[in-house]
C-alpha cells in the first residue's frame, strides 16, 4: 500500500481541490470527510475512486474490499486535507452523479427554495430521510449538495434519499400536472395552519430562504401555503425547525 506523508503530493493537490464546486465539475468527483460519511457511503453501494486513511483505520473490516484503492497517509496529510478542527484522518473521492427526478413523478418531495445555510440544508435532508420522504429537490440559489459544511451536517443522509438540482418555478408546474399538490410555507393572509391540510402520501413541501421565506413566484402556484401557529412570543422558528414540524405532520 502507498504510503504519502507530505501534503505536497500531487494526489493530495489534487484531493484537496475536490472540496470546490469549480474543480469537482471539472473532475466529476467530490471529497467526503470523517469515518461516519465514508461509511454510509459505502454501505450505500458507492464505490469511491480513492481512500485516504490514517493507520488507524486500516485494519477496519468495511475497507479490506477496497485494498487497492485505499492510501495510507500521516496525520499532518490528513489535518491538510481536513475542513474541520479536528480531523479523523480518513477521505474518500466519490463519484459526482447528478440525480434524475424518477418518472412518473409520484410520492412525497421536499424543495428547498434558496436555503443557503449550510446547517439547515443538512438539517432539512437529515429530517426528511427521518420523515420518510425520499426525493428532496435543492433549487436555486440553496446551498451545493456536495459543499463539505453540507456533507458533513447531512450526515450520511445524502446516501438515503435522491438528492436533485434543479429550477423549482418549473418542476412545481410538472408535479401539479402529475397531480400532486405543492404546499409553500409562509405565513400570510392567505395561508391555512398546517394542522388543515391532511397527511398524504402524495405531496410537495417548499421550504424559504431563511431571511425572505419563499419567492413569490412560487408563493403564487402553490396549492395551499401553510403556517405553524405560533402560541408564545418568538416571532419565527428557524427554517430547519418550521420544516421538521411540517414534514413529520404531512407524513404522518
Known amino acids: 500500500m502507498e504510503y504519502i506523508s507530505s501534503a505536497k503530493n ?4 489534487a484531493a484537496k481541490k475536490l472540496t470546490v464546486k469549480k474543480y469537482q465539475k471539472q473532475a466529476g468527483a467530490y471529497l467526503l470527510e470523517g469515518w461516519h460519511l465514508v461509511e454510509e457511503a459505502i454501505n450505500a453501494g458507492i464505490t469511491p ?3 485516504y486513511a490514517t493507520n488507524k483505520y486500516l485494519a477496519e473490516r468495511l475497507l479490506k474490499p477496497l485494498y487497492e ?13 481536513a475542513e474541520t478542527e479536528t480531523p479523523q484522518g480518513i ?6 452523479e447528478e440525480e434524475k427526478l424518477d418518472a412518473p413523478l409520484a410520492g412525497q418531495y421536499l424543495l428547498l427554495d434558496q436555503i443557503q445555510d449550510p446547517g439547515n440544508v443538512g438539517t432539512l435532508v437529515r429530517t426528511a430521510d ?5 426525493t428532496v429537490v435543492f433549487g436555486g440559489g440553496t446551498a451545493d449538495a456536495h459543499n463539505p459544511k453540507v456533507l458533513r451536517a447531512m450526515q450520511g443522509s445524502q446516501f438515503h434519499v435522491k438528492i436533485v438540482a434543479t429550477p423549482l418555478p418549473t418542476l412545481v408546474k410538472k408535479l401539479q400536472q402529475a397531480g400532486i399538490p405543492v404546499y409553500g410555507s ?19 413541501l417548499i421550504v424559504g430562504n431563511e431571511g425572505n421565506g419563499m419567492a413569490k413566484e412560487l408563493l403564487n402556484v402553490t396549492d395551499a401555503n401553510l403556517y405553524i401557529p405560533i402560541k408564545g412570543r418568538a416571532e419565527s422558528l428557524n427554517v430547519a425547525i418550521a420544516g421538521a414540524v411540517i414534514m413529520f ?3 404522518a
Request: no cysteine; net charge neutral.
Open 10 to 13: 500531487e494526489h493530495i493537490k
Open 91 to 96: 477521505f474518500a473521492i466519490l463519484p459526482l
Open 69 to 81: 484503492i485505499t492510501t495510507e497517509i500521516s496525520d499532518d496529510v490528513a489535518k491538510h486535507l
Open 186 to 204: 409562509e405565513l400570510n393572509a392567505n395561508a391555512k395552519p398546517y394542522r388543515d391540510v391532511a397527511p398524504s402520501d402524495q405531496f410537495a
Open 49 to 51: 475512486k480513492r481512500i
Open 130 to 134: 427521518a420523515a420518510g420522504i425520499k
Open 249 to 251: 405532520h404531512l407524513t
